[in-house]
């Protein structure tokens, strides 16, 4: 079964960390850079940060120095780990491979950033 299951949001006041995680089927995983995405109420989907098979990483200007991305391929997982949040951050989460593929969005984790 192909599918990605994104888990780890929540609430967490300015200042504060959360990581997220992201299980996905070998099929995704395997072979692949993989890439964390996420939309904010009323804008578009946005790549935040990507990693390739032997761990290279690109991040977005805005989370550059505050979040990281990392990957088990043992496990087929890929974490984000997020500090220093802002209210600006507040979205929902996705996994993906990079580039996206539209039929592997999953339900995404829903993070809000605010105190």
């Known amino acids: 079964q192909v599918r990605l299951v994104e888990s780890g949001g929540g609430l967490v006041q300015p200042g504060g960390s959360l990581r997220l995680s992201c299980a996905a089927s070998?099929?995704?995983?395997?072979?692949?850079?993989m890439g964390w995405y996420r939309q904010a109420p009323g804008k578009q989907r946005e790549l935040v940060a990507r990693?390739?098979?032997?761990?290279?990483?690109i991040y977005a200007d805005s989370v550059k120095g505050r979040f990281t991305i990392s990957r088990d391929n043992a496990k087929s997982t890929v974490y984000l780990q997020m500090n220093s949040l802002k209210p600006e951050d507040t979205a929902v989460y996705y996994c993906?491979?990079?580039?996206?593929?539209?039929?592997?969005w999953g339900q995404g984790t829903q993070v809000t950033v605010s105190s």
């Open positions: 993906n491979k990079a580039p996206s593929v539209e039929a592997y």
């Open positions: 070998s099929i995704i995983f395997s072979s692949n850079t």
């Open positions: 990693i390739t098979l032997s761990g290279s990483t």
